[in-house]
T-cell receptor, first 116, second 117 residues
Framework: AQKVTQAQTEISVVEKEDVTLDCVYETRDTTYYLFWYKQPPSGELVFLIRRNSFDEQNEISGRYSWNFQKSTSSFNFTITASQVVDSAVYFCALSSPSGSARQLTFGSGTQLTVLP | GAGVSQSPRYKVAKRGQDVALRCDPISGHVSLFWYQQALGQGPEFLTYFQNEAQLDKSGLPSDRFFAERPEGSVSTLKIQRTQQEDSAVYLC???????????????FGDGTRLSIL
């Protein structure tokens, strides 16, 4: 069974602050993929990043960075110098290649509010 | 269009009515997924198609839910005899290919917000 836990339900920060969104996952597979998606109020899920289980290098993309730690089963997401436009619900998700489907198992999401 | 298109954007139905939700995936995408997202929750998997074949329907909550993709492109999710607990956002996603060794990101539509009165 797969499970993704996002313990932070809601986070509020003031613009320009850094913020880290936590994600902890469970899987028995040795090969798997982790994702982060952003869901703005419009409702569409926007793909941010995909990481496979064999690549533990941290990644930076502009103001976004991701810290993948296999030893603690965590895949945390940091936004540096947050902006009001970053306000959204952020979902961490897990996918395993085993089985017939490649469905994503999502966490319950973290509502990020960036205040001006 | 360039993205996944879902219609209608909003649907209100009375309990007991049948509803049909449409998904038009990104052109050329062979994999298509349906998810159900309850308020304040993450999306939950319903069913998966590879081209016209429905390879996994393990997430469909009851036999009132039915999905099809007859020509391997547009898909329809049908809910018969709707119940109040069916109220949710129904999301469709597509991805470019299915591979054993890689996992292409799924691209989502805006969803259909279904309200059952």
């Amino acid at each position: 069974a797969q499970k993704v836990t996002q313990a932070q339900t809601e986070i509020s920060v003031v613009e320009k602050e850094d913020v880290t969104l936590d994600c902890v996952y469970e899987t028995r597979d040795t090969t798997y993929y982790l994702f982060w998606y952003k869901q703005p109020p419009s409702g569409e899920l926007v793909f941010l990043i995909r990481r496979n289980s064999f690549d533990e290098q941290n990644e930076i993309s502009g103001r976004y960075s991701w810290n993948f730690q296999k030893s603690t089963s965590s895949f945390n997401f940091t936004i540096t110098a947050s902006q009001v436009v970053d306000s959204a619900v952020y979902f961490c998700a897990l996918s395993s290649p085993s089985g017939s489907a490649r469905q994503l198992t999502f966490g319950s999401g973290t509502q990020l509010t960036v205040l001006p | 269009g360039a993205g996944v298109s879902q219609s209608p954007r909003y649907k209100v139905a009375k309990r007991g009515q049948d509803v049909a939700l449409r998904c038009d995936p990104i052109s050329g995408h062979v994999s298509l997924f349906w998810y159900q997202q309850a308020l304040g929750q993450g999306p939950e998997f319903l069913t998966y198609f590879q081209n016209e074949a429905q390879l996994d329907k393990s997430g469909l909550p009851s036999d009132r839910f039915f999905a099809e993709r007859p020509e391997g492109s547009v898909s329809t999710l049908k809910i018969q005899r709707t119940q109040q607990e069916d109220s949710a956002v129904y999301l469709c996603a597509s991805s470019s290919r299915q591979a054993i060794s890689s996992n292409q990101p799924q691209h989502f539509g805006d969803g259909t917000r279904l309200s059952i009165l």
